[in-house]
């Protein structure tokens, strides 16, 4: 029987100070902790932190999408560095990968991906993840390594999801952790804060909303800290951070690879019909959609946002943006058949 899959986020904010200088100590303790999962585990750990390392050799750094380039082409080898040299101790090799849209967009790039990761551990190296910021497109970067992090996780078939955070898990309002979340509601919702990090790009924002996506698809998630001795294995055990549990899911490969590049330029708000018409399995017609965003060719796969522009699923679409928005007018004009559609 194959091992699960985990894959682990650290945030900027988790391995840096506010200086951007990595903490060597935390990534002792990283190194400590996967070990430990190596032996019951296939592990992705996706980092962050290249910015945070590199900004400090670009001058009169302001956070310019060249500076952060820079930034990160100078950082991503220090990262890696430290990360070969505390795995070395237990015998690890790490490989870099640097990962872009299309590699998850592209079911053809996507298959060869999985499978170079499956040769990873197969093989006993750990993939360490981060985005391939040099060459990263503006818009068509993730919009942090949350994103990134839950893509392999659902393409990957994860078992669990761990997203590390500096406030160590999800707060109420009184900032208690809570340990654990049922669903994400609007009651959940509620105790959203909109601040983040100066490091980092995403927010507890963020968070929840790929927490959502993956839990919907039927991955564990886990937002704790680093703190304690043995914070992973504290937070599989539900003693660290907080746990969102997984709902029921039966999406076969094809579907999951779908659902996992869900989170693209663009999006389709549809009606309540069209929602009704999409639980039962049915096609989408322009006649259902409101609203076209964002710009995207035939064949890319887009979100499906309902009234209240909650994510309800995926879809691969017929047509390009605007033969969608022109076919509105047209009403039953097929935008994206059902064997292609993906209902969280």
């Known amino acids: 029987m194959q091992k699960p899959v985990i894959v682990i986020k650290l945030g900027t904010a988790v391995i840096t100070n506010e200086e951007g200088v990595i903490s060597h100590t935390i990534i002792k303790k990283v190194a400590s902790e996967i070990a430990e999962l190596f032996h019951t585990h296939r592990v992705v750990l996706v980092s962050s932190g290249a910015v945070g390392s590199g900004k400090v050799y670009i001058q009169n750094y302001k956070g310019s999408i060249t500076e952060r380039k820079a930034a990160a082409a100078v950082g991503n080898p220090l990262l890696i560095q430290l990360y070969q040299k505390q795995f070395s101790k237990y015998d690890i090799p790490v490989a870099q990968a640097l990962c872009e849209r299309h590699h998850f967009s592209n079911r053809f790039q996507f298959v060869q991906l999985k499978e170079t990761f499956e040769a990873f551990w197969q093989n006993g190296i750990l993939p360490v993840v981060n985005e391939n910021d040099l060459v990263s497109n503006v818009e068509l970067k993730f919009s942090d390594n949350d994103e990134l992090a839950t893509l392999i996780a659902v393409g990957f078939d994860a078992e ?23 669903k994400i509601d609007s009651k959940v919702l509620g105790f959203v804060q909109t601040g983040k990090s100066s490091l980092g790009l995403g927010g507890m924002t963020s968070k929840l909303t790929f927490t959502r996506l993956a839990t919907s698809l039927g991955i564990q998630v886990i937002i704790c800290g680093l703190s304690g001795k043995t914070p992973f294995a504290d937070a599989l055990t539900g003693k660290n951070g907080t746990t969102f549990i997984s709902q029921d899911s039966n999406l076969k490969a094809r579907q999951k690879w779908l659902a996992s590049g869900s989170i693209t330029l663009g999006t389709l708000l549809v009606d309540k019909g069209a929602v009704k018409a999409l639980q039962q399995r049915r096609s989408l017609l322009t006649v259902g959609v409101t609203q076209v965003q964002g710009k995207f060719a035939a064949g890319e796969v887009v979100q499906i946002k309902d009234e209240d522009e909650s994510i309800i699923g995926v879809a691969k679409v017929k047509l390009d943006a605007a033969s969608i928005r022109d076919g509105i007018s047209q009403k039953n004009v097929l935008a994206a058949h059902a064997d292609d559609i993906v209902i969280f």
């Open 160 to 182: 669990t999801l761990v997203i590390c955070t500096s406030v160590g898990g999800f707060m109420d309002d009184a900032k208690n952790i809570i340990p654990r979340v049922e």
